[in-house]
T-cell receptor, first 109, second 115 residues
Framework: KQEVTQIPAALSVPEGENLVLNCSFTDSAIYNLQWFRQDPGKGLTSLLLIQSSQREQTSGRLNASLDKSSGRSTLYIAASQPGDSATYLC????????FGAGTTVTVRA | DTGVSQDPRHKITKRGQNVTFRCDPI?????LYWYRQTLGQGPEFLTYFQNEAQLEKSRLLSDRFSAERPKGSFSTLEIQRTEQGDSAMYLC?????????????FGEGSRLTVL
């Protein structure tokens, strides 16, 4: 059974600082790994999808890396803004997604 | 394309009543998933469909829960004889086959409160 862990559980940074969010998973036989953003009371918004054959994906200020051999993924958010405040979830996909509990990020203006 | 839509967005019901949630996936997506999320936790897998076939059900899906996807289009999730422990956000997602993408897209969720 896939277990996904996200560290830290919460993070507070001043505006402009770079964010580093960590995700670890137990089963390296994932097909892909997906990062999501969730605002309070809302659904999940897909940020990045990394296929198992890839090592990283980039979208704007976001960059996610995947190391299947060590069971880790990292999401980097450059030059954080208050609008980046949300919960970030990673999920490993074998044929269904297994989620971590998320990292709640607060960016202080 | 309007994305994944879920209805209703909020449902308040009394213990013992039945509730039904509807999900309309992105039109070309043949896979549809249901997840449940409680406060402070990540979503937990409930069940998924490929076209109209229900391929897996989680042990979380007790016999009071039933999901259908007639004709491989929209899906419904019914909870019978609701209990207070059923209070949660019910999330629906859809995707193309993973041989094409496998990226899951979620709806806004249906929040259930059981009094």
């Amino acid at each position: 059974k896939q277990e996904v862990t996200q560290i830290p559980a919460a993070l507070s940074v001043p505006e402009g600082e770079n964010l580093v969010l960590n995700c670890s998973f137990t089963d390296s036989a994932i097909y892909n790994l997906q990062w999501f953003r969730q605002d309070p009371g809302k659904g999940l918004t897909s940020l990045l999808l990394i296929q198992s054959s890839q090592r990283e994906q980039t979208s704007g200020r976001l960059n996610a890396s995947l190391d299947k051999s060590s069971g880790r993924s990292t999401l980097y958010i450059a030059a954080s803004q208050p609008g980046d405040s949300a919960t970030y979830l990673c999920a490993g996909n074998d044929y269904k997604l297994s989620f971590g509990a998320g990292t709640t990020v607060t960016v202080r203006a | 394309d309007t994305g994944v839509s879920q209805d209703p967005r909020h449902k308040i019901t009394k213990r013992g009543q039945n509730v039904t949630f509807r999900c309309d996936p992105i039109s070309e997506h043949n896979r549809l998933y249901w997840y449940r999320q409680t406060l402070g936790q990540g979503p937990e897998f409930l069940t998924y469909f490929q076209n109209e076939a229900q391929l897996e059900k989680s042990r979380l899906l007790s016999d009071r829960f039933s999901a259908e996807r007639p004709k491989g289009s929209f899906s419904t999730l019914e909870i019978q004889r609701t209990e207070q422990g059923d209070s949660a956000m019910y999330l629906c997602a859809s995707s193309l086959p993973r041989t094409i993408s496998g990226e899951l897209f979620f709806g806004e969720g249906s929040r259930l409160t059981v009094l």
